[in-house]
């Protein structure tokens, strides 16, 4: 007990001798960013009044500019030339294409696409593409469709009428807009096709469907997954080998399955593509093993089992896409038996791919997240700190959630330090920036709770960077911008707690970072399908976002990828959400493959499902289910993600008896029929 508060005493007289001051730019405000015109000055809105703000980074350059606009309560941006493009509404014409440098004079209509005012409703990523605008927009006479725009009105224009006449080629959110090499993709849903892949060159002729995948009007429905070598990879069905990747590289010859790696019906669930050494590094399952570490050179014959990290059907789930490359050898997180959820090495090799730490002894999980780096300035940069370093988040039954740091090598790794003292999280992973001289983050010192902090990587130098939150309110503040030579950050100082509205302040830093964080993501449900929608903070350095989901907040699925187009605001829709609550959250990729996670939201979906009963006996799990079809798939998993039991059923009824390798645990079994998924846990 004394040792306890001797370390929170001597936490507040660091903390006070180290703390900057924060400047307060606006006060409850609710101030969402919509996007960066250049390094000095931001475009945001206010969530209280829907007008439009700019900040240049200093409380009398943060203002209201103009009322000539409000903005939806999930505007669509990108920013092209210095202009701020994004959805608007105003009486006249609904909800249409606006532009703004940021003052008043400077903001206007572009087109007044659906004209009056019915509203065209602009959205699907707004990609920047050959110095155009991509998005889609709905008409009366053709429904919605690709649209592109130069800025003017003369220059917004029809791509193509995909599905002629005044049907729509797809819903609202559903593109799936991406860039890879000298194309444009995008995904269509025709009467003709289904839902298939499809890409443009810039020009009506050039729009073109690559390959109806699964025949006739049936859908392969494409996952887009990243690029490599110009590449599109994507995942897809094509009725016949389940769902496994596909690459193209815009041609209908070049549009092929890289490889049926779960021969048969049965999907390989590929994801998580990084490339490494001129590879592509992911993750994948088949018949033989749980999802494990896979390599690919591009060809078929060139895609192989680099190591079963963990035999057996449960899988080492490796999580790649924040991995960090130190020197030749590539560090991430998988699970094993013996070891659990820790961080792991590769040099490209099977004899190379090796468990690097073990981070809390024997089966416990570190569940080490990985946090790389960036240049100063716009663009990708260095993954490294100081060029040789790498911080990265990890558990421990003796000190809870903690920062470590490693250079890569066992002795160079180690926690920088347990900032609240004891077992609680001293990190917590709301948004961080790496800089020259440290890491700000989000933190808890047994004291300032939820408050900034600031690390060079050792213990003295983890000092508390700012507190603008009061004590009684456990916030969190969140980083998310560098402006004008300073960090900007969200936090409430809880003098208007009637109102969920945010006030933004600034810190003075002596060097730029890049941000990697998530403003704000949100949800709303309509109908049958679960619409989400996230404001980025400075995120050019972006590659494409994961949308995963889970049904009981803890095991998560990937469903959907959506590409970074320049701007602020992104959207996605899960059409076929599980039937009640449902938990989201995203994976930020950055263009050198860094990785880490938002915030999880929780939706209601009142899709009807399935039926399903548990019964755990010992060793045993007895399921009942009931199907309104003849045919599902289940799956049972454990806490940390694993695959122990997948299966095909059969039959309207039936009943299945499982043989568990342990019976202490919690499980998650996820049924699922067509589009409806159902999911319970039993311990």
């Not at 699907?124 to 006479?141: H, K, L, W």
């Not at 192989?304 to 035999?311: H, R």
């Not at 809880?494 to 730029?512: A, F, K, M, Q, T």
Request: glycine letters at 10%.
């Amino acid at each position: 007990m004394k040792k306890t508060l001797l370390t929170t005493v001597m936490a507040v007289i660091i903390a006070a001798q180290a703390m900057t001051q924060a400047t307060q730019l606006a006060n409850n405000e609710g101030l969402e960013m919509m996007g960066m015109l250049n390094s000095n000055k931001a475009i945001f809105y206010s969530k209280k009044t829907n007008l439009l703000w700019v900040s240049n980074g200093t409380a009398a350059g943060t203002q209201s500019f103009t009322n000539k606009v409000r903005i939806p309560d999930i505007p669509v941006t990108t920013v092209l030339n210095g202009v701020l493009y994004f959805s608007g509404t105003d009486m006249a014409g609904g909800t249409e294409l606006w532009a703004t440098d940021g003052t008043d004079a400077g903001t206007r209509l572009v087109k007044d696409i659906y004209p009056g005012g019915i509203s065209s409703t602009p959205d699907d990523r707004f990609i920047v593409f050959n110095n155009r605008i991509y998005f889609s927009a709905e008409t009366q006479a053709n429904g919605r469709e690709i649209w592109t725009s130069d800025g003017t009105a003369a220059g917004t224009v029809l791509l193509k009428d995909i599905n002629t006449g005044t049907g729509s080629s797809n819903l609202r959110g559903l593109y799936k807009t991406t860039l890879a090499g000298n194309f444009l993709y995008f995904v269509c849903n025709t009467p003709g096709e289904g839902e298939e892949l499809w890409r443009t060159d810039g020009t009506a002729a050039g729009t073109i469907l690559l390959k109806d995948i699964k025949p006739a009007a049936l859908s392969s429905t494409p996952i887009i997954l990243g690029t490599y070598n110009n590449k599109l990879i994507f995942s897809a069905d094509d009725l016949t080998h389940g769902r496994e990747p596909w690459l193209s590289d815009g041609t209908p010859a070049g549009t092929s399955m890289l490889k049926d790696i779960a021969t048969g019906a049965m999907s390989s669930s590929a994801d998580n593509f990084i490339e490494f050494n001129g590879k592509m590094l992911f993750a994948a399952s088949n018949f033989m093993h749980g999802q494990e570490l896979w390599q690919s050179d591009g060809t078929g014959i060139g895609t192989t089992l680099l190591k079963d990290i963990q035999p057996g059907d449960w899988g080492s789930s490796p999580l790649l896409i924040n991995a960090i490359k130190v020197g030749n050898k590539l560090f991430f997180a998988a699970y094993s038996n013996d070891a659990g959820m820790e961080l792991w090495q590769t040099d490209g090799t099977t004899a190379g791919t090796q468990l690097f730490m073990d981070i809390e002894p024997g089966e416990g999980d570190a569940i080490p997240i990985l946090l790389p780096a960036y240049a100063n300035g716009f663009g990708p940069g260095n993954q490294l700190f100081q060029g040789n370093k790498f911080f990265f988040g990890a558990f421990t039954t003796a000190a809870g959630y903690e920062l470590y740091i490693s250079d890569g090598s066992v002795a160079g790794t180690r926690m920088v330090t347990n900032l609240d003292g004891d077992i609680g999280d001293g990190l917590t992973l709301n948004g961080y920036y790496i800089s020259g001289s440290g890491i700000y983050f989000n933190g808890d010192d047994g004291v300032h709770r939820g408050e900034l902090f600031k690390s060079d990587g050792t213990a003295a130098g983890t000092v508390l960077a700012a507190s603008v939150n009061l004590p009684s309110l456990d916030g969190k503040t969140m980083p998310f911008v560098i402006l004008n030579n300073s960090l900007l950050f969200f936090g409430d100082d809880g003098n208007n707690p009637s109102e969920e509205l945010n006030d933004l302040y600034r810190l003075n830093i002596n060097d730029v970072v890049l941000p990697v964080n998530i403003i704000a993501f949100k949800g709303k449900n309509e109908g049958n399908k679960n619409i989400l929608a996230w404001l980025t903070g400075n995120a050019v350095n972006f590659d494409r976002f994961i949308i995963e989901r889970s049904t009981d907040g803890s095991n998560f699925t990937a469903i959907g990828n959506v590409q970074w187009n320049g701007s602020s605001n992104y959207s996605f829709s899960d059409p076929v959400a599980a039937s009640g609550v449902n938990y989201y959250r995203l994976k930020l990729i950055d263009s050198d493959n860094s990785f880490r996670y938002s915030h999880v939201i929780t939706l209601r979906n009142n899709n009807k499902s399935p039926g399903l009963k548990l019964v755990k006996n010992n060793n045993n799990l007895l399921v009942n289910y009931q199907l309104s079809s003849n045919e599902a798939n289940i799956q049972v998993t454990d806490m940390s993600g694993r695959v122990m039991y997948k299966n095909r059923i059969t039959g309207n009824n039936g009943y299945l008896n499982i043989e568990l390798p342990s019976a202490k645990q919690l499980l998650v079994v996820t049924l699922q029929e067509g589009t409806s998924i159902i999911s319970k846990s039993v311990f």
